[in-house]
């Protein structure tokens, strides 16, 4: 196993690589780092060499140094790629690395080629907000806009850092500055548009239980890749491959080794 720091447009990313072969990426989602996918890791690594990064702002990776929209992420992955002297591989999605998939291969200038790509619980398909949703963003703009004004920050100085706090997903929370401003430019993008130009055999895993990219956004992957299949697995979320590790890794191994 390699373990190693880079520097990629003045970030410092961490990664591993580990096993021997044919090289398959895995890009990670929203805030995750390499030992969410170690499992998935450790079975791939058996018959290919697997590569895995701590997202940018996460574990022992660095922050970017201005919040990133899809264009730019997609970027940074390609930089990555050609700094690994890579010219031939498979790519592995969860989440917004999935997004990040579908929308980089409608790039037409591409120096690696990409054999199989695999999508689970893949970002993309925006939603229309349900009225709840709305009004808690109008709720959540209006208090802003209050508690920013100088009165309002000198009598009650910690407030809007508290407010700012309570609101959004555990993501955003959770998430540096800079990284909250990119998540807000990436999640308002719907991905759609590229999915047809997905030439690569595609496998969709998706856990039918999965509210954050529900069951119903891999259907319409499904129809729209030219290639694609979808594994549904009964009783799971959205991390469908750290619920069922041994049945979503023999999937992967089938897919991409053709079951040796």
């Known amino acids: ?25 895995i890009l990670p989602g929203w805030g995750t780092t390499i030992d969410v996918y170690r499992s998935m890791m450790n079975s791939i690594s058996e018959y290919a060499n697997v590569i895995a990064f701590d997202m940018p702002g996460y574990g022992k990776s660095g922050v970017p140094e201005e919040a990133w929209d899809a264009d730019q992420w997609i970027d940074f992955i390609i930089e990555f790629i050609k700094s690994q002297n890579i010219k031939e591989l498979d790519l592995i999605g969860h989440s917004n690395g999935g997004k990040l998939i579908i929308k980089m291969m409608s790039r037409p200038d591409l ?19 349900p009225l709840k949703i709305r009004l808690k963003v109008k709720k959540y703009k209006l208090g802003k806009r209050i508690l920013s004004m100088k009165l ?29 401003q990119s998540m807000v430019k990436l999640l308002n993008e719907d991905m759609r548009e590229y999915l ?6 595609t496998l969709l895993l998706w856990g039918e239980n999965d ?12 129809k729209m890749i030219p290639d694609a299949g979808l594994v549904r697995v009964a009783g799971c979320s959205h991390y469908v491959f750290l619920e069922q590790p041994a049945y979503i890794n023999n999937i992967i191994k089938t897919f991409l080794a053709g079951g040796k």
């Open 1 to 25: 196993m390699i373990f190693t720091n880079i520097n990629i447009k003045n970030v410092n990313l961490n990664y591993e690589s580990i096993g021997e072969g044919r090289t398959v990426l």
């Open 196 to 201: 047809p130009n997905i030439k690569a055999p």
């Open 152 to 180: 309002v920050k000198k009598l009650f100085p910690n407030a809007l850092e508290k407010f700012q706090k309570n609101a959004g997903s555990e993501d955003y929370r959770n998430a540096p500055p800079i990284l909250k």
């Open 111 to 129: 120096d690696f080629k990409v054999g199989k790509i695999i999508l689970i619980g893949s970002a993309g398909i925006v939603h229309k907000k």
């Open 211 to 222: 509210t954050a990219t529900p069951i119903e956004d891999a259907e319409l992957m499904e």
